[in-house]
């Protein structure tokens, strides 16, 4: 069965500090992936997307992500962390001819000052 | 180009009635989808419409519906609400459901008392 597993239910990091945020995938072929971010409530905002080619994708807000087919995973990056993205992050995943989007849990990110 | 736009945003009702839920997507897109979010389940699919047929659903009951009209706006109907209903329900919009990223708007937050 398709699913999307974010490890982390929280994340705390100091402002500044870099941040990665882990998704993991379970999916036949290779899926359409997304990583979305909401603030407290707000709807979700697509923050990058990855369909095809160059396996590191960049998104809004300085925000990255890398497609490692090996490990199915899509893993969201950002090398210097500000206190407005301290918000929940979540992973999903559609397939191709699908039409259901699969979202993880969410990661929410917490940062100090 | 205007979002994803959401009506009411905040619904307050009481067990046992019944409620519709509107959503207008994005000019363009024909894609639209329900999703339940709660603290405790996360984002729930309920269903997608495309050019007015459904081409998906999850696992929800029989007392949640949907519909699209032919100018993409659609509405969600959940009957016979039970406290657990309680929930922000998001819709998404995109091109056609499935290559493409979703939109989403803001949410209706629904209280079931």
């Known amino acids: 069965a398709q699913s999307v597993t974010q490890p982390d239910i929280h994340i705390t990091v100091s402002e500044g500090a870099s941040l990665e945020l882990r998704c993991n995938y379970s999916?036949?072929?290779?899926?359409?992936l997304f990583w979305y971010v909401q603030s407290p409530g707000q709807g979700l905002q697509l923050l990058l997307k990855?369909?095809?080619?160059?396996?590191l994708v960049q998104g809004i807000k300085g925000f990255e992500a890398e497609f490692k087919r090996s490990q199915s995973s899509f893993n969201l990056r950002k090398p210097s962390v500000h206190w407005s993205d301290a918000a929940e992050y979540f992973c999903a995943v559609v397939g191709s001819g699908t039409y259901k989007y699969i979202f993880g849990t969410g990661t929410r990110l917490k940062v100090l000052a | 180009k205007a979002g994803v736009t959401q009506t009411p945003r905040y619904l307050i009702k009481t067990r046992g009635q019944q409620v519709t839920l509107s959503c207008s997507p994005i000019?363009?897109?024909?894609?639209v989808s329900w999703y339940q979010q709660t603290p405790g389940q996360g984002l729930q699919f309920l269903f997608e419409?495309?050019?007015?047929?459904?081409?998906n659903k999850g696992n929800f009951p029989g007392r949640f519906s949907g519909r699209q009209f032919s100018n993409s706006r659609s509405e969600m109907n959940v009957s016979t609400l039970e406290l657990g209903d309680s929930a922000l329900y998001l819709c998404?919009?995109?091109?056609?459901?499935?290559?493409?990223?979703?939109?989403f708007g803001p949410g209706t937050r629904l209280t079931v008392t």
């Open positions: 998404a919009s995109s091109i056609d459901g499935t290559a493409y990223e979703q939109y």
């Open positions: 999916y036949g072929a290779t899926p359409y």
């Open positions: 419409y495309f050019s007015e047929t459904q081409r």
């Open positions: 000019s363009g897109h024909r894609s």
């Open positions: 990855y369909f095809s080619g160059d396996t």
